[in-house]
């Protein structure tokens, strides 16, 4: 039941780029929400069976250590922290190992398995998104402790917000469980999350936020899991997922434009993740060795 993406690295550059472009400022932290895609090891504080503190889980990164990444090295805010000067990794807020001087520069408070939908966060017990945003005002009130309130504004202002989720949502949630297919049909729950996704941003917004990057899903279907799954289709990708993942994308972005409308002084952009995965799945010999 955990559907997790990693290979991530052409989307991070591709998105680092955009972000280049829009944040011409000096980023002083980037803050982290969502799933698996961008998790830095706080499932391993959570009563959940959804972990990945172990091997080979973290078998390239520094020390061979297994942080609780779903990955065998870094995730994709690493490497944006990394290129805005800043650490090479974003520690998690739930990692005891850290306290709020590592998290002056950034922090994730992201939670493998989680969603948009409360309801997707409770399949395997992990970190629901208003409880990512508790710890977020959590993390507000010790920095300004900390820093002092001036710093601590600037920063919080100053700061690049990454937003990354959705793919639980389809494939924990609205495919397997029966409670969202009995309310919605595909492209009302699309919208469903789209409308949360909003409201997040938003909450988000008026805590301090600006800089805001909200994340797509990759073709969903071509996980690893869905293709074991799909037997009759002889374990290719499953294209109805993919269908869903381009349509939801769309949903997004245009969700994107209208809050940039919307909220006074925020500079949001959209990362599609899609067509990069695509074609890395299609073509893996152009982008190096694939065991
Ligand atoms: C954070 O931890 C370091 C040691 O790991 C310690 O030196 C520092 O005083 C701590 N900072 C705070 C604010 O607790
Ligand atoms: C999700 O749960 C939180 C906490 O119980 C609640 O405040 C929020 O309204 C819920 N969201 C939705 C969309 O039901």
């Given amino acids: 039941m955990a559907y997790t993406y990693t290979a991530w690295l052409l989307v991070i550059i591709t998105e680092f780029l955009i972000l280049v472009s829009i944040t011409k400022a000096k980023v002083p932290a980037v803050i982290v929400f969502g799933d698996s895609s961008v998790d830095a090891g706080n499932n391993n504080a959570v009563s959940t069976l959804l972990k990945s503190n172990f091997l080979p889980y973290g078998r390239d990164f520094a020390g ?168 009759m289709g002889q374990n290719d990708c499953v294209e109805n997922y993919n269908k869903v993942a381009l349509e939801f994308n769309g949903k997004l972005k245009a969700l994107v434009a209208r809050l940039n409308k919307e909220l006074h002084g925020a500079r949001l952009i959209f990362t599609d993740p899609y067509f990069i995965f695509s074609q890395i799945i299609k073509k893996p010999s152009l982008y190096g060795k694939f065991m």
Avoid at 146 to 160: M, P, Q, R, S
Avoid at 169 to 191: A, H, V
């Fill in 64 to 231: 061979g250590h297994a942080t609780g990444r779903f990955c065998n090295g870094r995730i994709p805010p690493d490497f944006i922290s990394e290129a805005f000067g800043l650490k090479p990794a974003i520690p998690a807020y739930l990692d005891s190992n850290y306290n709020i001087s590592d998290f002056t520069t950034g922090v994730c408070f992201a939670s493998a398995g989680t969603g948009y939908d409360n309801a997707t966060s409770a399949v395997l017990n992990v970190i629901p998104m208003w409880k990512e945003l508790e710890y977020y005002k959590e993390y507000q009130n010790k920095l300004r402790a900390h820093v002092g309130n001036i710093k601590a504004n600037e920063i919080l202002t100053e700061a690049l917000y990454l937003i990354s989720l959705g793919t639980n949502d389809f494939l924990e949630n609205y495919y397997i469980l029966p409670t969202r297919q009995s309310q919605f049909t595909i492209k009302q729950f699309e919208d469903f999350l789209t409308g949360l996704a909003g409201n997040f941003i938003r909450n988000l917004y008026s805590l301090g936020a600006r800089k805001i990057s909200l994340t797509g899903v990759p073709p969903m279907g071509c996980l690893p899991l869905e293709r074991a799954m799909n037997i």
